[in-house]
């Protein structure tokens, strides 16, 4: 019935094929009008995401910019005071600690001064021994809350000198530390937090391991450093323990080295601030092995 309708009516197809002719363009141009719309939408959340990626870098990153579909302009709105409000808290938590830490260093030195008048000269010792361990903790107390507090602007700088220079301030103590890189190696970063992170962690390696051997290289887009120790190493299980604050090992980390447990989050706090990431292994050779990665940079515009 329908092919006797159209052949009695021919005018019916030639719309028929105009109709059929225009649908693939009628689809392409949908097609092109959702491409559009789905950047629309898809462009705000990537750039929360990256401003996520780098607020977890950088708790000093600005916030974003709202813009968008209302529903993305929410989202971002939720960001933005997520952000203030861990921005808050780390520098509640910074200052609590700093106070502390700061405010027992009055007593301990008053301690001190009474010790002088001991009579008892085995008891002054022991003691002074005791007093003098709490001064360490409450100096490194200081600097974890330092650690914490990441208001240093930023710079480019050469981390390849940096780590020289702190090996041979370490041989010049007296201390086995040898350093090993390729020429220039700029990252960006606080020069006073780098610096503090890797001597903690030479330093530990000399403490805990009787020297330090300080290897740079290419990895990627990053500067891998490796500082390897020759000490007895930390058992498997406890890799991830002494990551945490006032952590010890007592069997490789003893009280006779005067280590408070809070060398390794330290570093690892400056570091992870800077967009760096840092982790332990056992060599197979034996020894510590603490592997840091940072992310390359440009030279400075003077260089």
């Excluded at 959340?45 to 600005?62: C, I, K, N, V």
């Excluded at 090993?180 to 001597?199: C, H, I």
Aim: hydrophobic share 40%.
């Amino acid at each position: 019935m329908l092919i006797e309708d159209i052949r009695e009516s021919p005018g019916r197809l030639p719309k028929l094929e105009m109709f059929m002719t225009g649908l693939p363009i009628f689809f392409a141009i949908m097609g092109v009008v959702a491409w559009f719309a789905t950047r629309l939408v898809l462009q705000p959340l990537r750039q929360l995401s990256e401003a996520a990626e780098a607020f977890g870098r950088d708790p000093d990153h600005p916030p974003i910019d709202e813009t968008g579909p209302a529903e993305v302009r929410q989202a971002m709105a939720t960001f933005n005071r997520m952000r203030q409000c861990l921005r808050a808290y780390i520098e509640e938590r910074t200052h609590i600690l700093a106070a502390i830490t700061h405010d027992l260093k009055t007593p301990l030195t008053r301690m001190l001064l009474r010790l002088e008048q001991c009579t008892d000269e085995p008891l002054r010792l022991r003691l002074a021994e005791d007093v003098a361990a709490m001064q360490r903790l409450v100096n490194e107390g200081l600097e974890l809350a330092r650690s914490i507090d990441l208001s240093q602007p930023i710079r480019i700088l050469d981390l390849g000198a940096l780590l020289q220079s702190l090996c041979d301030d370490t041989e010049d103590a007296g201390a086995a530390a040898r350093f090993s890189g390729q020429g220039e190696a700029f990252v960006s970063g606080r020069p006073e937090a780098l610096r503090r992170s890797f001597l903690n962690l030479i330093d530990n390696a000399v403490k805990y391991g009787g020297g330090a051997r300080v290897d740079m290289e290419r990895q990627d887009g990053d500067w891998l450093i490796r500082i390897r120790d020759f000490g007895p190493g930390i058992p498997e299980q406890h890799l991830h323990d002494v990551m945490q604050p006032f952590f010890r090992l007592e069997a490789s980390r003893s009280r006779e080295t005067g280590g408070t447990g809070l060398g390794l989050p330290i570093a690892a706090n400056l570091l992870t601030g800077q967009g760096g990431a840092l982790s332990l292994r056992n060599h197979p050779g034996g020894g510590l092995e603490v592997c840091v990665k940072l992310p390359m940079a440009g030279p400075p515009a003077s260089v």
